[in-house]
């Protein structure tokens, strides 16, 4: 992987500088027995032993990483520079999850970003103005102002298209916090299950009796094309292409496939400080809101390690899961195993493939995990100056702090970038979504500087047939950051490093599977009572007392902590039966 730093004057400097870890328990030694085991310290596995720990299961977490968090992860890459590596944003943090484990007194800090989104134009501006652009925030007569400057029509469509998309989102919260419909248990459990089952059909009936009239909506959105919504909303294409990000953003599809509608919908019901929509910057980047859980669960009882790599799921005689092995061949056993990892590094990696049969190792083998996200993580001096907004002296504007879209000014450049990925090609012109985490946080960077997230689409896993080479990594980013000059001239200047995550460096640093940062595609096959395969949707594996509890799992990547939590009550009610 090519993880190079650069100076200002193109001279190579340095590579992965430092790591901030403060996640291994040491002052708790290892037992030998547990209640339940943990596999991965990502936020969703934080969250299952938080709840099992409060549940009454002594319960430890093994995190194979040297530092804590999965994808939410906070890196110092370069000296003096903290990343959030991985996931860059937070906002789909559960409410209820936040309250129960008491986030905020173990240390969890959002910055709140208003406005939120921010796309320049590349065109030459008239009679001496900059360029256009077009900013999203808050406050909705703002907006209009911003939209109207390249449609009234649009303008004035706005605020009923968002409050259209509030009304859906807000009808399917019951969905979230709950496990999926459980069909056997209905259709042929035991009376005492089937009594069970039968409340999990409780959220369904919530969310139909929300939804009400607006359910034909619903359906379409879920299984429409995001283009198709959109221009029935809006004609101009600055706003259609900017709405239409959140449609592909870490997905392999473009506005006009079906299924990207639900996409939108899944990023629009965000939530952070009791504000709906809302993204932050946690402070510290990502890796602090994985801190607090893990805080909170100490606090618990729960144990944490880090470099802890389990090699094995252990499978007994009789077919139950009894604990696991590590890389040192270090045996654990426990009552319950619960995996943080894709469905795919669970049952091909971790169980023996003894103990599952021919035709589930196949099921698992069509989860698709194709990924088109290559993050690259930028070391500058200098803040950007963007020709569409520019500010004087090196200061933030408004702007420094959203999610800067840039070729996003028309949904053909998404189009032909998507295209290109394809057929197996790093996009020319791709996707680039900016940000600025340190415009808010000055503890990411040293005065003066800032860290830069640049979350770029679209690019396959393989070039052409092919792995990605060294030469492929910077001569892709490269391109990137051609195209961030056009907007913002001298950024080239300005860089002092950079780290370029291609989809085979983000499976293997933090076992995304095909790069996937949902942990599998959030396509319409692959949600609800198919996340991610009908027989899985329980969080229940075919192994008695191994279970699901990662992003892999319902309601999917980037609600944070609900499979975890969710999965968390399933082991718990399941003990309780036993």
């Known amino acids: 992987m090519a993880t190079a730093a650069w100076t200002n004057r193109g001279r190579r400097a340095v590579t992965l500088a430092g790591t901030v870890t403060g996640s291994r328990s040491s002052h708790t030694a290892l037992k030998s027995n547990y209640d339940a085991l943990v596999i991965g310290g990502g936020h969703n596995g934080l969250v299952a032993a938080a709840y099992l720990q409060k549940g009454g299961l002594q319960t430890a977490v093994l995190e194979r990483r040297h530092v804590l ?65 077009l900013t999203l925030g808050a406050d909705l007569a703002t907006n209009q102002m911003e939209i109207g400057k390249f449609s009234q029509k649009d303008a004035k469509a706005y605020p009923k298209f968002v409050a259209h998309l509030e009304r859906l989102a807000d009808a399917i919260h019951p969905l979230l916090d709950a496990p999926p419909v459980d069909i056997p248990g209905i259709i042929s459990g035991s009376p005492r299950r089937r009594v069970a089952a039968a409340k999990t059909l409780m959220p369904i009936f919530r969310c139909g009796l929300k939804l009400g009239k607006n359910l034909p909506d619903f359906y379409e959105i879920i299984t429409a094309p995001i283009m198709k919504i959109l221009t029935q909303w809006f004609d101009s294409e600055p706003l259609r292409a900017t709405l239409a990000t959140d449609g592909v953003i870490g997905a392999m599809t473009s506005p006009s496939n079906p299924g990207s509608g639900y996409v939108l919908l899944h990023h629009v019901m965000g939530e952070v400080e009791k504000e709906k929509g809302a993204w932050g910057y946690v402070e510290g980047g990502m890796g602090g809101v994985s801190q607090a859980i893990a805080s909170a669960a100490r606090s618990y009882g729960v144990d944490i390690f880090t470099e802890k790599d389990v090699s094995q799921i252990l499978v007994g005689s009789d077919g139950d899961a009894k604990g696991v092995v590590l890389k040192d061949g270090t045996e654990i056993h426990s009552k319950v195993v619960l995996s943080n990892a894709t469905p795919y590094i669970t049952f091909k990696n971790l169980t023996p493939q003894s103990a599952l049969s021919s035709e589930f190792i196949k099921a698992v083998d069509q989860i698709d995990y194709t990924s088109p996200v290559t993050k690259i993580n930028v070391a ?150 198919t996340r991610p395969l009908p027989s899985l949707s329980d969080y229940r594996s075919p192994i008695k007392g191994l279970y699901l509890c990662g992003s892999g799992c319902h309601p999917g990547g980037g609600v944070m902590g609900s499979p975890g939590w969710n999965a968390a009550l399933t082991v718990i009610a399941d003990l309780k039966r036993r």
């Open 69 to 133: 968090g999965g994808a939410a992860v906070s890196e110092e890459i370069f000296p003096g520079f903290r990343f959030s590596r991985c996931s860059y944003l937070l906002s789909l943090l559960r409410p209820h999850i936040y309250r129960d484990l008491e986030l905020k007194k173990h240390g969890l800090k959002v910055y709140m970003r208003d406005p939120h989104a921010f796309t320049p134009m590349l065109e030459e501006g008239v009679r001496g103005a900059p360029p256009r652009s």
């Open 380 to 529: 500058i001096d200098k803040l950007p100056n963007f020709l569409a907004s520019p500010t004087p002296g090196d200061k933030p504007g408004p702007h420094h702090q959203c999610s800067i879209h840039l070729n996003c000014e028309s949904v053909d450049v998404l189009e032909t970038a998507y295209k290109e990925a394809k057929n197996d090609r790093p996009s020319a012109r791709p996707m680039v979504e900016m940000t600025i985490p340190s415009v808010l946080d000055p503890t990411l960077a040293p005065p003066g500087c800032h860290v830069v997230s640049l979350f770029t689409q679209f690019t396959p896993y393989y070039i052409e047939g092919r792995e990605w080479t060294d030469q492929d990594r910077e001569a892709f980013a490269d391109t990137v950051f051609d195209w961030v000059e056009q907007y913002a001239p001298g950024f080239k200047k300005s860089v002092v490093g950079r780290d370029i995550l291609a989809p085979p460096d983000l499976e293997r640093i933090f076992g995304l599977t095909g790069g996937n940062i949902f942990h599998g595609s959030m396509s319409l096959d692959q949600l609800y009572l």
